[in-house]
């Protein structure tokens, strides 16, 4: 009787565990509804990145109610912007994305992040042609990747980094200063915006 009423316990242990597991399976899948308004499967999430955690490796988006959802990526996360890859990192403050989401855990991961408006990208439907341009530095936002320059008739133009610079073109960027005298490839976003292309 005793190696009976043994196997009963351990029947039901095991059943206590499992069913524990599903409500906690039920509860994230609810969680993952109520952000998303999925069934806890793949979806979508839409908003606006308001940033990128490289440590954490954590992307925080931004919906349109206010709410704020971080979502985990990893090497394996495809950031696409005008039907090029580029990698997570390149994500900016403002980018307008739609991401594939899927639950991990505890946690929201995407494996695929699609830019639907850059920050810093070309205004739609732009046709401005990539121009040589030349001024001397004034300011360098090394975080945001983002400096000035006085050109010409004393007008000042605010520079952005583009998605995936080259390393030479990362390096150059480091490695300016105030008062500088720089040559670059960059294309207008605006009177007063260049997009840069390539350091000359």
Do not use: H, W
């Amino acid at each position: 009787m005793r190696p009976f009423t043994r196997i009963k316990q351990v029947a039901a242990a095991s059943l206590m565990v499992v069913t524990a597991g599903a409500c906690a399976g039920n509860q994230l899948g609810n969680i993952l509804g109520g952000v998303l308004g999925g069934n806890g499967q793949s979806s979508q999430l839409s908003g606006t990145i308001r940033g990128v955690d490289t440590r954490a490796q954590q992307i925080a988006i931004q919906q349109s109610n206010g709410e704020t959802v971080p979502v985990t990526y990893d090497n394996q996360t495809q950031v696409v912007y005008q039907n090029q890859n580029y990698s997570p990192t390149s994500l900016e403050n403002g980018d307008r994305v739609t991401a594939r989401i899927q639950s991990n855990g505890s946690q929201y991961y995407t494996d695929y992040v699609q830019v639907d408006q850059s920050v810093s990208g070309p205004v739609s439907g732009s046709t401005a042609n990539v121009q040589l341009l030349q001024g001397t530095v004034r300011q360098i936002d090394v975080r945001n990747g983002i400096f000035t320059v006085d050109v010409n008739n004393n007008a000042t133009l605010t520079v952005t980094m583009p998605y995936n610079p080259s390393s030479s073109d990362v390096n150059r960027f480091n490695a300016l200063r105030n008062g500088d005298f720089v040559r670059f490839y960059g294309t207008y976003l605006s009177s007063s915006q260049v997009q840069l292309r390539q350091f000359y």
